[in-house]
């Protein structure tokens, strides 16, 4: 199986195909990892704590009421090429199920009807916020938020090289 995220692009679809067959193959290996399980726990918890100072913050209504009553998104057609395949892996082992089909042609592939699919998420979409946000929301509660996002970036990244090393370590290439 080769490196899915040399620097040779590759398509979401051969991403998300690799990702999937990576899990079926060395999911049950990643799993038994001590250190890979207890990342994937502190990521959850970090996901969980900065959806729920977006909530606070007001964030989360803002971006509701922008795309339901004045037709913006941020997450538009082209995003997903920015995923690697490990990130996809990480939600796979995440529990999360990856799309086969996009649910708006001029959306992210990963954009389903209530919001965002995935649940470990690339630095872009963890902490991008329009001016219309930031003028908006009272700067103590962004604040609050961006630690929040830190943590959930910094057990990201830990858990991506956890990955990465152990898939190095069985997989030739
Ligand atoms: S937040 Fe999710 S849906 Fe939006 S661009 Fe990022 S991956 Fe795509």
């Known amino acids: 199986m080769p490196n899915p995220d040399n620097p040779i692009s590759r398509s979401i679809e051969e991403k998300i195909a690799w990702a999937e067959t990576c899990y079926q193959e060395k999911g049950g290996l990643l799993l038994r990892d001590e250190k890979s399980v207890i990342l994937l726990n502190r990521l959850k918890e970090a ?8 909530v606070s913050a007001g964030v989360a209504d803002e971006c509701k009421t922008c795309e339901e009553r004045e037709g913006g998104s941020c997450c538009g057609a082209g995003l997903e090429d920015r995923y690697d395949a ?9 529990g999360i199920q990856l799309p086969k089909r996009r649910s708006d042609p001029s959306s ?8 965002c699919l995935l649940m470990a998420r690339q630095v872009i979409c ?4 329009c001016k219309k946000i930031e003028n908006r929301v009272n700067p ?9 996002e830190g943590v959930e ?6 858990l991506h090289e956890r990955i990465q090393r152990k898939l190095k370590a069985y997989v030739p290439g």
Do not use: Q, W
């Open 86 to 94: 490990t990130l996809l892996l990480i939600n796979l082992l995440l």
């Open 108 to 115: 992210c592939l990963f954009l389903g009807p209530d919001g």
């Open 140 to 148: 103590s509660k962004i604040s609050v938020l961006r630690d929040k």
């Open 126 to 129: 963890v902490n991008y916020l």
């Open 153 to 158: 970036l910094e057990c990201l990244f830990l």
């Open 47 to 54: 996901v969980r704590a900065s959806r729920a100072a977006m």
